[in-house]
């Protein structure tokens, strides 16, 4: 198992649930050969997460409140799948995790499809668990299982 696997299963999610999704297979060799090239394969796996997610309508609100639509202010936001994207202050729960302005940026160049410029970033380990975070548990609240390759990606970084 690896990204690849992940790309894969997900491919085929995305097929099973909404067939058919024009610009699945297409989506799908990108990301593959991103893969190929990308010395982070987690970079590839999130540019796919994110299309994936575009492909399907659940695209997360990433520059407004996905509750009250007013626009984020370049802060730390809680992040909600179920609302569909980033909260503002007043709407996010107490308590709420935050995720990083870095990963919040990260993930609006991914949304943009910016590829050249997305490949130049210098992305960190840390960041690249928010950027995942956030993009696996939007896919996963729409998806009704879990993805099987996602888990094991987690599991493995868990133990290592
Ligand atoms: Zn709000």
Not at 5 to 15: G, N, S, T, W, Y
Not at 64 to 75: D, F, H, I, T
């Amino acid at each position: 198992m690896s990204h690849a696997a992940v790309i894969a299963e997900l491919a085929e999610r995305v097929c099973e649930d909404r067939h058919p999704v024009d610009g699945v297979y297409e989506l799908t060799v990108t990301a593959l050969d991103e893969l190929a090239r990308e010395t982070d394969p987690r970079r590839a796996s999130a540019y796919f997460l994110m299309q994936a997610l575009d492909l399907l309508g659940y695209a997360p609100q990433l520059s407004v409140c996905a509750s009250c639509e007013q626009q984020l202010p370049a802060k730390p936001a809680a992040f909600s799948p179920a609302a569909g994207g980033f909260l503002c202050d007043r709407d996010a729960p107490v308590g709420a995790p935050l995720v990083p302005v870095a990963a919040i940026k990260v993930l609006r160049l991914i949304a943009s499809g910016d590829l050249q410029t997305y490949r130049r970033l210098k992305l960190e380990p840390a960041l690249m668990d928010d950027v995942e975070h956030v993009l696996t548990t939007q896919l996963e609240h729409h998806l009704d299982r879990r993805l099987k390759s996602l888990q094991f990606l987690h599991d493995m970084r868990a133990h290592s």
